[in-house]
């Protein structure tokens, strides 16, 4: 019998059929956040019920919280900050907090401390908890009734879902990165093209991507709707989850995580690594996107007038015409951060582009490393100052900030953004605020053109 | 009558509506459940200045009274937050009707008593031309049967069995599972040490 390493794992981890259909299914590991938790503990306390294991989860201040200074920009952010404190004394929690040398985005802070390993099953009230499936787990976004039902049970209600295939076959060429294989993935299936699936990527480009670029991928994943995203688990994932805080007490087995050759999924795509372009996002949602060297998209004559309507609103939202060339788009400011893009190795491709270079006059630049750790790994290598030296705002503190504007990194109406984060939704970055996703290296070559521009030139500037 | 939502549909054809136009985030510093009906799709219902946007389809008679959406492709995608699920039910609403509806957003919905029934393509667009007609009455979706009626029309949808027996029961699932602790236990005592996750404090 082939089974697909999804099945294997919800396989694993059912703890009994329910009877109309659903499963319960058990949570190896539990992460909670300051913005969606609140609700959840409240709802223990009312219903007078005990955390079921306290030791399996695991608390992190970053969605709210600033990253100019450590202490909180605003009594609202303090009150969340303070309330998952409380929260957390009161249940017995591990809480990673500000000033804590582990503190950062959740899901930076997870895959650092060890607390990933395959095989592993793991819940976060944060759609990005596809992440984990770069490491042969199983990792999925909760609300907060279900962050709740953990806290109480240490289970999931659960209905399987149906499983596809996404092949990446091929060399990719050069200054394409894992951040373009998964915004080209988004472009081929859709937003939504995976709702009510799981996700596996497969295939040499997939095997090539270092575990850093793996998480990028399944990260993104939840844009196509997915609502798990893995890949096998192979030696790079093994040498990954050693030597880490948690290593020695988490052992979940290794390489037999992977789906059986064989194995049958629903759907199956295939793409061709060589076909995958250096992408930006011209849009309002992560499957808007062209390449850097391609022009803003015309409705074509075959359009439906639906989407002909939702071209224009898009455009109109985001101060573009069709047909104009996407690097004569000039930027005002650039973000390097987020869940998707913030680890040391995305800190080493923009600097290696920023090195010797400043940023443009008009752009203002900002780096907030995805967590303290990486932040000291980072300055320890001395890439905080060719940040600072470009003329980037090197942040001491880490969190989401301006990937979702929560802080008090906001965009203003209008502002235009090169941004390495995961949502170019309207609003995303602030009211009226224009996105253009893209790699961290993309973002870093925008910064210095002053527009956006392509990284494949800077390589051979460094060349000569 | 219980199995049931009757009201008003309104017309809100854009595709792709994440959570965080649902409720936008500056909504979201809060510790609570409540007082989320004013945030619920703020930024299409009001200007910078907090007045009424006249454009926008819920400020405008007779949808001020909808308490059923018509919505476009893949609504709900995005951010996990359940206080868009929270926040349309304050504001009144109690079914969206389309095509698909993002994962996360789904679940979050069954869980606080929102019917989200599914249907094709053709269907939702002759609802949607439906719907953008101020004289037309009430629509009903019938959860027990899987039925969405109007005038004299019926259309089957989808909704699964769990989802449902969730929205017709009104159960408190993190209470019913606590039921079924002696199966908790038992899967638990056949775990190995090391996978028993101790997250050092």
Not at chain 1, 65 to 91: G, V, W, Y
Not at chain 1, 226 to 237: C, F, N, S, V, Y
Not at chain 1, 445 to 461: I, M, P, S, T, Y
Request: hydrophobic share 40%; glycine share 10%.
């Amino acid at each position: 019998m082939t089974i697909t390493l999804y099945d294997k794992l919800v396989d694993a981890h059912k703890v009994c059929d329910l009877p109309d259909g659903d499963m319960l299914v058990y949570v190896d590991f539990h992460i909670m956040n300051e913005y969606t938790s609140p609700q959840a503990f409240s709802g223990l306390d009312q219903k007078g019920l005990k955390v079921w294991r306290p030791e399996a989860h695991l608390s992190v201040v970053d969605h709210v919280n600033a990253t100019r200074q450590r202490d909180p920009h605003d009594d609202a952010s303090k009150l969340l900050i303070d309330n998952l404190e409380n929260n957390c004394k009161t249940h017995n929690i591990a809480f990673y907090g500000l000033g804590d040398p582990r503190q950062g985005i959740e899901h930076v802070v997870v895959p650092e401390q060890g607390l990933v390993a395959p095989g592993m099953l793991i819940a976060c009230g944060d759609s990005h908890t596809t992440t984990y499936g770069a490491y042969g787990a199983l990792g999925f976004g909760i609300g907060t009734s279900e962050v709740e039902h953990v806290l109480a049970t240490q289970t999931l209600r659960y209905k399987r879902l149906k499983t596809m295939l996404v092949n990446v076959e091929g060399a990719l060429t050069p200054g394409v990165t894992a951040k373009d294989i998964i915004m080209k993935v988004v472009q081929v299936v859709g937003v939504g093209g995976a709702n009510g699936y799981a996700v596996e990527f497969a295939g040499s480009a997939i095997r090539d991507q270092d575990m850093s670029g793996r998480m990028t991928i399944c990260n993104m994943a939840v844009e196509l709707g997915a609502r798990a995203a893995l890949i096998a688990a192979d030696e790079k994932t093994l040498a990954m989850v050693k030597g880490r805080a948690h290593s020695d007490g988490i052992d979940f087995g290794g390489p037999e995580w992977r789906s059986d050759e064989g194995a049958v999924h629903e759907q199956i795509y295939n793409i061709a690594a060589q076909d995958i372009a250096p992408l930006v996002s011209w849009g309002t949602s992560p499957d808007q996107s062209v390449p850097i060297d391609g022009l803003v998209p015309t409705a074509g004559e075959t359009s439906t007038p639906k989407a002909k309507a939702a071209l224009e609103r898009a455009l109109d939202y985001m101060g573009l015409s069709a047909g104009q060339l996407v690097q004569d788009i000039t930027i005002d400011s650039a973000f390097i951060g987020s869940c998707t893009n913030s680890r040391i190795e995305d800190l080493r491709a923009a600097a290696a582009v920023l090195k010797g270079r400043k940023v443009a006059s008009n752009v203002n630049a900002i780096v907030v490393p995805g967590s303290t750790y990486t932040r000291l790994q980072a300055e320890n290598e001395g890439i905080d100052k060719i940040f600072i030296d470009a003329g980037f705002d090197w942040r001491p503190e880490s969190g989401c900030s301006m990937c979702l504007a929560m802080n008090d990194d906001i965009a203003m109406d209008g502002e235009r953004i090169a941004s390495s984060t995961n949502r170019n939704f309207e609003g995303r970055q602030g009211r009226g605020a224009r996105t253009h996703l893209m790699s961290p290296a993309m973002v870093a070559a925008a910064a210095v053109k002053g527009h956006l521009a392509d990284v494949r030139e800077f390589r051979n500037e460094g060349a000569e | 009558m219980p199995g049931q939502v009757k009201g008003l549909m309104a017309p809100f054809p854009q595709p792709n509506v994440d959570t965080d136009v649902i409720m936008p985030k500056r909504f979201l510093i809060t510790i609570s459940r409540e007082g989320l009906a004013d945030g619920t799709l703020a930024d299409l219902r009001f200007d910078e200045n907090n007045n009424e946007r006249p454009e926008f389809v819920l400020n405008q008679l007779p949808w001020t009274e909808a308490s059923i959406l018509v919505v476009g492709d893949n609504f709900g995608c995005g951010s996990s937050r359940e206080h868009a699920v929270w926040g349309l039910m304050q504001l009144g609403i109690r079914g969206v009707i389309g095509t698909g509806f993002a994962g996360i957003f789904y679940d979050n919905a069954r869980k606080n008593g929102l019917a989200l029934p599914i249907v094709s393509p053709e269907v939702r667009d002759e609802l949607m031309r439906i719907a953008r007609d101020p004289e037309v009455g009430d629509c009903t979706i019938d959860i027990t049967n899987r039925q969405i009626s109007i005038g004299s029309q019926h259309h089957p949808f989808d909704m699964d069995d769990a989802t449902r027996a969730a929205l017709l029961e009104g159960r408190d699932d993190t209470l019913d599972s606590l039921k079924l602790a002696d199966s908790i236990l038992g899967y638990e005592s056949g775990l190995k040490e090391k996978m028993r996750v101790h997250v050092i404090q």
